[in-house]
């Protein structure tokens, strides 16, 4: 899978929107772009992917460059549980599930705080 | 969104014993599962994947005598800790795979503490 970049850390106010980026710019045709976040103590959860085309979905917005080297999930309003370490994870349709390479794999993501 | 549940959430076990843990996907059928581990302030670290009716595929590096994972339904995977040392002492955290979404859904984790 490519790797992607993210900033370390970032901060935000609550209720005001959050844009989180992340760079791909050796991303391939058939990856596509993944991301979750993972609460403190807990497992990682599901936020959104995307391969071309904006996304949408009841927790946040994926904003795809048109050259899919990069990419930003948006977070229309923050609240203090959306404080997280958010990853973007590039994962290969195409690639088997079988074996290691159906994984994701996971980089240090960013740190996300959220003040009231 | 789909569930995964891991079981228990937290266990202390002393040197030398084996700690069983259970990760099932509640709604929905899951042929691939994968295990991962996380140190504190660290990032998941891939320990293998489970196939369905097949052998578990193990990372480079995981001990397959040690970390020994079974996933004998399509809503079961287990892991089980083998002579568990204080080394072995981390969050361990299953995901399921559901295929018609190439999305990976997260168990909650198990946290192990070995003394």
């Known amino acids: 899978d490519a790797k992607t970049t993210q900033p370390n850390s970032m901060e935000s106010n609550e209720e005001e929107p959050v844009h989180l980026p992340c760079n791909h710019s050796t991303i391939s045709g058939t990856d596509y772009i993944h991301w979750y976040r993972q609460l403190p103590s807990q497992g990682p959860e599901y936020v959104i992917h995307?391969?071309?085309s904006n996304v949408n979905n009841r927790m946040a917005s994926l904003a795809i460059a048109e050259d899919r080297k990069s990419s930003t999930l948006i977070l229309h309003r923050a609240t203090l549980r959306d404080a997280a370490v958010y990853y973007c994870i590039l994962r290969d349709l195409e690639m088997n599930y079988g074996g290691s390479q159906g994984n994701l794999i996971f980089g240090k993501g960013t740190k996300l705080s959220v003040k009231p | 969104g789909a569930v995964v549940s891991q079981h228990p959430s937290w266990v202390i076990c002393k040197s030398g014993t084996s700690v069983k843990i259970e990760c099932r996907s509640l709604d929905f059928q899951a042929t691939t599962m994968f295990w991962y581990r996380q140190f504190p302030k660290q990032s998941l670290m891939l320990m293998a994947t489970s196939n369905e009716g097949s052998k578990a595929t193990y990372e480079q590096g995981v001990e397959k005598d040690k970390f020994l994972i079974n996933h004998a339904s399509l809503t079961l995977s287990t892991l089980t800790v083998t002579s568990a040392h204080p080394e072995d002492s981390s969050f361990y955290i299953c995901s399921a795979l559901l295929d018609i979404q190439e999305t990976q859904y997260f168990g909650p984790g198990t946290r192990l503490l070995v003394l």
């Open positions: 995307g391969l071309t």
